[in-house]
């Protein structure tokens, strides 16, 4: 029995009935899933829970093979209290925390069983930390029985940072264990920006859903609402017109290029390059420009709905945009291209924060962060869709996992999806933009993948018998990564944290829902 | 160090004149200050008002738009049959009240600025403090690029500061969560009298998409008092510039 053979499989996008999904005992579900992870054949892409009846959590496990660009879909009923996955799947360790904090199931021995979000459990009497119902629950502050991280001795000394960051930056709480100047080790507390929106999907979609799906992470919505789109029209069994497409993947490569840029220039400013910063700080711009060209936003936001795109490009248009991108692409170049060959940033960004691709496999880390570890996952490869079934872009990866290595596969992607927005924005199938859904189909579960700029972003739809959403879920790519900045600090120096920080520069809000 | 150098001629001087010189000209399918023009509007249509994701326009004896609410998305300009609302190019959306913020549909009464003794004081030295309540980045992103060259906020003499005991004011974002409350009340009181608190994005002003929400505030003006509101989802950087100047003084009511 293995997992390929009893786990119900799909490709990106392409529904399931809901009753399909094999429910296996507990112990089955483990050792299936560990069968493909363990040996890192398969990527974690979601483990969530969804009500099944008054004490019972029916908890979904979804795996993605990129071998055959298959996502295989495997469940369990668990009750208030199940033995913990993440002892034999440390990738677990983080969805099995969501699970506690959001139904009240207590996974036993969980290692480091803590609230994540900071809100109350979704089920009224049920709490994974014995709290009561209507008790204050505040970001950071420890449930009881939980503590923070901490390292004894007479030399150590806890250094805290957050909510409130000293640059212009979104709120998280960072307790670091030092000696002196010396990291032993970082924890992280997230929390500060949830708004609650998974919640809010439940019965949709409705006329809010398109502008939670832009804003849940405001630097990714193109990603999501694409995620969103493609997983919507799945539900309704029609495809984008290859056109919208095309345009799709053009305004994805885009926001991944401005993020990129921001992000090499952030860092140079961190070290203290300044060239570096002052040049992509303005080249950013113009990527954002790019893109508000398209659609009037220079976050994306408007361009990406169901059925197609809402803005289209014409001739004239795309020429702009080679012309731009073409100088942009010249500029970016220029700019980072300094940075390799300074050897004062090279011994800032060398060894620094180093996350192994042992540790980047053990923890799941994904996407852009684990690629420079050597971890090598890009949906846009491991389960393409859209126009990435045609068109593809090269997968960037490099070995070391440092500070370096994170900003060289950055400079890497900004190249590939330079030529590709230059290869194919002149050739942009003709074609229509946008095509009318139909109904969504009823009792299906879907689940649509796209490689967001920092990884795969992750959206999960239960729909009812009425075609209505009965379960969303969300699963941003920061969600897989945090982990991931929290280990790159261990042994490392106290002041290379900003620098670290920035880059992974991973999404709060995207995290926090 | 040559190679450095040869870059930054490369790269070119690209600061904008802004206030000086010509208004400059955004994209084409920019929205800006949108416009209603009531009397396209068929009898008993209210096809906008249903379409608007944040419930931004309300028909009760008469139309009334709450901008401050409004995300600047094509909702209502799909929904409605006869093209009577229209986003405009321009790109000056900063408000002294939260009240002006509601209209008839037409463009209302842009941030005048600070009185006489705030000027003297922040006039050419200003210090913010920049505190994200639950916002997604997009504001935050597009308040740290008018640091960049294009824009230099440096020269009218503002700073984004690490500390609000630095600050002379908050700018904040996101519509202040739960989590987020006690952060941004502390932050405030941490500035030093005088100070003052401008809120960036609908977020900030009333809740953006996450009006009602019980995890968050609908803005910050029920936490902290509020000096000066800036439009937009998010606002464009030269949005905000323009509503930090006209703050200042430094750009007179065109």
Redesign the interface.
Known sequence: MTVATLAISTLNSKPVPVADVPVVPLDDFRELLKEQLVPNSAALIALFGVPAGPQTLRVYGLTSVGATSEIHLLATDVGDRYPSFTQHITQAHWFERELAEQWGVVPEDHPWLKPIR??ASYRDGQDAWGRAVGEKI??GVQPDGTDYFKIRGDEIHEVAVG??H??????GHFRFQCHGEHVFTLEIEL???????ER?LLGGPD??T???ME?????T?IGHALAYCQLLEGLADTEAPLRAQAIRAMALELERLANHT?DLGALAGDIGFL?TF??C??I??DFL?AT????????G??LVRPGGV??DIDDPMSEELQKRLAAAHR?VT??TN?LW?SSSVMARLEETGTVSLETARALGILGMAGRASGNDRDVRRDAPAGYYRFAQIPVSTWHTGDAFARAYVRHLEVQRSCEFLLENLPQIPADKVRRELGPLQPDVIGVSLVEAWRGAACHVALTDSDGAFAHYKVIDPSFHNWIGLAMSLRDQQISDFPLCNKSFNL???GHDL | MLNILNERIKQGYRTIPFPAGEMPKLPERYRGMPVIDSTKCPNGCAKCAEACPTDAITFDSEMKVDLGRCLFCTDCTDACPEGAIEYTQDFRLAARDREDLITDGKAFELAAAVEEKSRKIFGRSLQLRQVSAGGCSACEADINVLGTVIFDLGRFGIHLVASPRHADGLIVTGPVTKNMKLALEKAYAAIPSPKFVIAVGACAISGGPFVDHAEQQNGCDSVVPVDMYILGCPPHPLTILDGLLRFLGRIENQ
Request: proline content about 7%; overall charge positive.
């Open positions: 900071f809100h505040l970001p909510p409130v000293a640059g212009v930056i979104e709120p929390g500060f920006q949830h708004r609650g929106i809010r006329k809010r398109m502008h939670y804003t849940l992470s405001g630097d919505s921001g060239p002052s040049f700080g303005r950013r711009g420009n508000g060209l398209i659609c009037g936003s220079r976050f936001r408007g809402a803005f500029d220029g700019a300094l060959s999404s709060y809000c």
